[in-house]
C-alpha cells in the first residue's frame, strides 16, 4: 500500500503519539491528551483509512465487473482515436514527496516542553528543590 517514503508521514505522526503519551506521563497536563488525541487520529487517517477505502474499492469493483456492451464500444473507439491522433508531447510526470515538516516541528515542540516540564518537577543536586516557574 505504502512505498518506503510513503511510511514517512505516519512514522513522523506516531512518532508524535508516543511523545505526546511520554509528554503527559512526566507532566500530567491536560494538554498533552489533546495533541496525543490530535496525533492518534493522524496515524489512524493516514493508516487505517486507506486501507478501509482499497477494501470497499475491491468489493465495489467485485460486484460491478461486468462492463455493458456501450462501454466496450465507447473504449475501444477511444482507443482507436488515441491511436490515429497521438498527442504531440509526452505529458510530464509528477513525483511528490510527503515531508510532514509541520508534524515534525510539532514532535519535536512537543519533546522539548515535556523535557521542560520534568525538569522542573526534579529537585536540585543540592538538595533544595528549585522554585517554581511562572509561565506567563
Avoid at 106 to 112: I, K, N, S, Y
Amino acid at each position: 500500500m505504502y512505498t518506503v517514503l510513503g511510511w514517512v508521514n505516519p512514522l513522523v505522526h506516531l512518532a508524535g503519539l508516543v511523545v505526546a503519551c511520554w509528554a503527559y506521563s512526566v507532566g500530567r497536563k491536560r494538554g498533552y491528551i489533546v495533541v496525543a488525541i490530535y496525533f492518534l487520529l493522524a496515524v489512524i487517517s493516514l493508516t487505517v483509512i486507506p486501507a478501509i477505502n482499497t477494501a470497499r474499492y475491491k468489493r465495489w469493483q467485485a460486484e460491478h465487473a461486468v462492463a455493458s456492451e456501450a462501454d466496450e464500444a465507447y473504449f475501444r473507439e477511444l482507443k482507436l482515436l488515441e491511436q490515429k491522433y497521438p498527442r504531440p508531447y509526452p505529458s510530464a510526470g509528477r513525483i511528490s514527496i510527503p515531508i510532514p515538516l509541520g508534524a515534525a516541528i510539532l514532535v519535536a515542540g512537543l519533546w522539548v516542553l515535556a523535557r521542560g516540564t520534568r525538569k522542573e518537577a526534579e529537585p536540585n543536586a543540592g538538595g533544595n528543590a528549585a522554585p517554581p516557574r511562572v509561565s506567563a
